[in-house]
């Protein structure tokens, strides 16, 4: 994420009531949680939607940070990391 991004996306967040982390505080290039792809929509009322697809996500597990480089799309973490977070 770029630095730009970064503040559109806190802005939007402190419009929800959301604080995040400075942007030299976050960890980047890892996973930092699991959730179920339940649906892929067109349109929503969400204020996080925005482009031409956006996905409905289900039962999110945070997960501790985990280093994933260049891991970018789809995939299933490895089962340790998400029965450690269900601990």
């Known amino acids: 994420m770029t630095r730009a991004e ?9 419009c929800n ?6 942007f030299e ?20 009322p969400s ?4 482009g031409r697809y956006g996905f ?3 039962d999110a597990v945070a997960l501790p940070f985990q280093p994933m480089r260049g891991k970018l799309g789809f995939f299933d973490p490895h089962p340790d990391l998400v ?5």
């Open 6 to 14: 970064y503040e559109d996306g806190a802005k939007l967040a402190a």
């Open 47 to 50: 204020p996080w939607f925005f």
């Open 17 to 22: 009531g959301i604080t995040v982390p400075p």
């Open 83 to 87: 029965r450690e977070a269900k601990a």
């Open 56 to 58: 409905v996500l289900k």
């Open 25 to 44: 505080h976050l960890e980047r290039g890892g996973i930092i949680g699991s959730v179920i792809l339940a649906e892929c929509v067109e349109e929503s």
